[in-house]
């Protein structure tokens, strides 16, 4: 169901950055539900905005995205 895959995805999002869920729920949320933007947003302490933005010039991939 979709709660088991948003709880799910805020696991994820906890497990890649070592933030609360709340803090997980919270980027989740800015970056409409996207993992890869909420990790990536976290991580670099960025808006969702400039994490898309990070995503899309590295092709995807968060490592690189977190190097940009």
């Known amino acids: 169901t979709n709660t088991k895959l948003r709880a799910r995805v ?3 999002v906890c497990q890649a950055t070592g933030a609360s869920p709340e803090q997980a729920e919270a980027a989740l949320a ?3 539900g996207e ?3 909420a990790i990536v ?3 670099a302490d960025l808006d969702a905005a400039s994490a ?3 995503l899309e010039t590295a092709g995807g991939d968060i490592r690189k995205a977190l190097v940009v």
């Open 10 to 12: 805020r696991r994820i």
């Open 30 to 32: 800015d970056a409409d």
């Open 35 to 37: 993992a890869k933007v």
């Open 41 to 43: 947003a976290l991580l």
């Open 52 to 54: 898309r933005a990070r």
